[in-house]
């Protein structure tokens, strides 16, 4: 799964890490600024909030006794403000410990006295409760409770909004920077390939002709044509691997798995062998890829098969999943080499490391399983030998 979720191209795996970068940077410059601007905004709302106790306290001290309920009804109409009395049996709620809250009540025990206590509810009502005392005694306390929206904050839609815009501005920008850095070296890339396998293979096929022409010994051209083979498949390898295999923007087509197994296994004749489908085996996919990775696995399994022939090609459904199948009666290899068979430039260390070759055909098989969405699996055989199966989604 973490394989599939990595792009698997140059041009997205540089915007994806760019893109990250810009993400990340902007988030770390929201928490700095947050954090700058908390203890700045707390010690203004314990200024505003000891500011509203210290006046309500100094209007009740200087009100007539009979026209203190006047005052609290004025308070409560105008500025939000109510004065309970203080009770032993308040059952009241204590803030969450965010970081504002606890600079908040350190503040206000600054401003107001040791003693002072912050709630956000009250008996079951729910404000921004702050005790505090007019008279001296136990019958002096009182909760002078404010609007809780006098310390959250909400932010406007319309800042998301622009923000949401600046931001993906600024992906698009990205994006088009690494576009116009990165198509220009992938089409380098494509150029060079061409011309390396120009330039290769031609001396090796006028080699080949000399060869044929001007060695006499049978024993002797026989074993340089397949010299001369061997390189002219190491080379493709090579290729092929440095090819990109993501596919991106290819058309798939429509194929018939089992009709495409069969065509392949006529080419060698007795040395494989294609069990019958007993069911539809259809998918759409990029063919000549697909094709180019049943033969390397084909070519791996004849090369480490010895004369324990044929191979056998299978198709199979599993889980919902197509399984191609290419089973061989080889030396095998051990679970533990598995995974690493699949890497670049590896080949087997014990008994599948006779044969030639650049340790680029698994990768490549590797590669192609993975743009068609699916995988590679190298499986033990039951009886001995080797299960490379290519599990591709059914559609």
Not at 335 to 352: C, H, N, S, Y
Request: with cysteine.
């Amino acid at each position: 799964m973490r394989l599939r979720l990595w792009p698997r191209s140059l041009l997205w795996r540089s915007f994806l890490l760019i893109a990250t970068l810009m993400l990340v940077a902007v988030a770390a410059w929201l928490a700095i600024f947050r954090e700058a601007e908390l203890e700045p905004r707390a010690r203004m709302l314990a200024q505003t909030i000891a500011s509203v106790t210290n006046l309500t306290r100094a209007a009740l001290l200087t009100a007539r006794p009979d026209s203190r309920l006047d005052l609290l009804a004025e308070l409560s109409d105008t500025e939000g403000v109510h004065v309970y009395p203080a009770d032993a049996g308040d059952k009241i709620e204590p803030p969450p410990p965010t970081a504002l809250t606890r600079h908040l009540e350190r503040e206000l025990r600054t401003r107001l006295g040791p003693e002072t206590r912050l709630a956000f509810a009250l008996n079951g009502e729910p404000g921004l409760f702050v005790s505090f005392r007019i008279f001296s005694g136990d019958e002096g306390d009182y909760w002078l409770a404010l609007p809780r929206e006098r310390i959250e904050r909400r932010l406007p839609l319309h800042w998301f909004g622009w923000g949401t815009g600046v931001l993906l501005l600024a992906l698009a920008g990205a994006w088009l920077i690494v576009y116009r850095i990165v198509r220009p070296i992938e089409e380098e890339r494509a150029l060079l390939l061409a011309g390396i396998s120009h330039d290769l293979r031609t001396p090796l096929t006028r080699l080949r002709m000399e060869t044929e022409m001007s060695v006499a010994d049978a024993e002797a051209r026989a074993g340089m044509e397949a010299d001369i083979a061997e390189m002219d498949r190491t080379i493709g390898q090579f290729l092929d691997f440095a090819r990109p295999q993501g596919l991106a923007g290819k058309e798939k087509v429509p194929t018939d798995l089992a009709a495409l197994l069969s065509q392949i296994a006529e080419r060698y004749g007795e040395r494989v062998r294609c069990r019958p489908a007993s069911a539809d085996f259809s998918l759409p996919a990029h063919l000549e890829p697909l094709r180019r990775a049943i033969v390397n696995l084909i070519e791996n399994a004849l090369r480490h098969a010895g004369l324990a022939l044929p191979v056998e090609l299978e198709l199979s459904r599993e889980s919902g999943k197509l399984v191609i199948a290419v089973l061989d009666r080889g030396p095998g290899i051990t679970p533990a080499d598995a995974e690493r068979l699949k890497q670049p430039f590896t080949r087997g260390e014990a008994a599948r490391t006779g044969a030639g070759g650049a340790g680029l055909g698994l990768a490549i098989v590797e590669r192609i399983a993975r743009a068609h969405g699916g995988r590679l699996e190298l499986l033990p055989r039951d009886g001995g030998g080797l299960t490379a199966r290519i599990v591709l989604p059914a559609n």
